[in-house]
Each structure stands twice: as C-alpha cells, then as structure tokens.
C-alpha cells in the first residue's frame, strides 16, 4: 500500500486548501478511504471518509466545511476545504479505511501539513 497526500501549506483564517491523496497497492474501487489529522499535542482524529458506494461522513467540526471526493479512475481521494479556522491546523494523512474500523488499525500516509494562521 503506498499513499501520497499532498497541498498543504500555510493559509489565512477563512481560507481555503484542496488536499489530495494518491493511492497504489489495494484495489482502490472497492476501498472506503478516509481523512484523519492530527493537531499539535493531540491524537489522530477523523475528519471525513467516504465509501465505495459514495456515502460520505464528516467529523462534527468540519460538516459544511469540508467537502470529499473520489476518483476511481486516478485511484485518488481529495478533500476539499473551505472556512478554514485555526483550530483546523494539523497534519492531515489519508488511508483505506473507515470506521467503523478503529482509527489505529489503519495504515495511514506521510501526511501533509496544513497550519491556519493570519
């Protein structure tokens, strides 16, 4: 399995990034894939995750905010974000999986850092 997010960066308050995550080794079409970060101090946490049929989840704090997609074709997952706040800092990493898996059961990327700041 190899996974490879990137766009990250530095961004504004209010602000938006597209993080994108390309994915090998596992047969991608049929894999839930997911989004996780992890803030300075803090566990790794769910943010969204979408699932082979095209349902979407999102973590309470960024629902209307973020938005996931998927592309088979690519083999690829993106994440879109909108409204960034600071407290969206963290390293985001994306792996195939979704709960209800336990977020430490699953092999997740390099990461890719996004920092909320003015």
């Known amino acids: 399995v190899q996974l490879v997010e990137s766009g990250g960066g530095l961004v504004q308050p209010g602000g938006s990034l597209r993080l994108s995550c390309v994915a090998s080794?596992?047969?991608?079409?049929?894999?839930?894939m997911s989004w996780a970060r992890q803030a300075p101090g803090k566990g790794l946490e769910w943010v969204s995750g979408i699932y082979s049929d095209g349902t979407r989840y999102y973590a309470t704090s960024v629902r209307d905010r973020f938005t996931m997609s998927r592309d088979d074709a690519k083999k690829a997952v993106y994440l879109q974000m909108a409204r960034l706040k600071p407290e969206d800092t963290a390293v985001y990493y994306c792996a195939p999986c979704a709960p209800p898996l336990g977020i430490e059961d699953c092999y997740w990327g390099q990461g890719t850092q996004v920092t909320v700041s003015s």
């Open positions: 080794g596992f047969t991608f079409s049929s894999s839930a």
